[in-house]
């Protein structure tokens, strides 16, 4: 699939099919039913879902979450999306352990307008490993998919999540002041954004 923009507006390098995606020290890849555990492991720690939308998840649950997702490996309209399990491979060549994962989805295909999400397991904390695996995204994401606006909604108490956005040369947009009730309270919504033209000139 070709890099180059065939037309200046709006994404472009659609429909767009999961593949794998290598860095230096992981492999982005699918989501497969195999990696129930894996992903269970994070998906029910409460650290993990504080400033997510859905509530620890019970073995049952992290499997019907992740048949959910399994379906999210395309992008082709708005409203599309895709997931891809962030494995640490074994360097002894045997199974790799997924340690979180990264989400892409289609906002506006006219707009060239994406979003970006992830979620990795406190372990790896501190490695570079979602900076790693969120530069590899935006490759695709401004490359491949040639988006015009890349962003991330997170709660700007996820300081974490935040720093991430400041290292991948995102800016805060926007500090949406109470405009959900989250977890039972308001809560507000903070906008990370990076233009096409930001990127290329990193």
């Given amino acids: ?15 767009y099919a999961a593949e794998e995606l290598r860095t230096e020290r992981l492999l982005l890849r699918p989501l497969n039913t195999g990696d129930l555990d894996d992903v269970h492991e994070y998906q029910k720690r409460k650290d993990v879902v504080r400033y997510l939308y859905w509530e620890v998840h019970d073995h049952e649950e992290s499997a019907k979450h992740l048949k959910k997702r399994l379906a999210m490996n ?15 491979p074994d360097p002894e060549g045997g199974h790799g352990r997924v340690v979180g994962d990264m989400s892409i989805f289609l906002k506006s295909r006219e707009h060239g307008q994406v979003e970006i999400g992830w979620v990795f397991h406190p372990a ?16 695709i994401c401004f490359g491949t998919l040639g988006a015009h606006r890349v962003f991330a909604q997170l709660d700007p108490r996820n300081e974490a999540s935040a720093r991430l956005c400041e290292r991948l040369g995102m800016r805060q947009e926007a500090l949406l002041r109470e405009n959900e009730i989250f977890k039972g309270e308001w809560g507000d919504t903070a906008i990370y954004g990076l233009l096409d033209s930001e990127y290329r000139a990193r």
């Fill in 1 to 15: 699939m070709s890099d180059e923009a065939d037309d200046p507006h709006g994404a472009t390098g659609l429909p």
């Fill in 74 to 88: 395309h992008l082709a309209e708005d409203g599309d999306g895709l997931v891809y399990a962030v494995e640490l």
């Fill in 124 to 139: 790896v904390h501190g490695r570079g490993y979602a900076t790693e695996a969120a530069e590899r995204v935006l490759e």
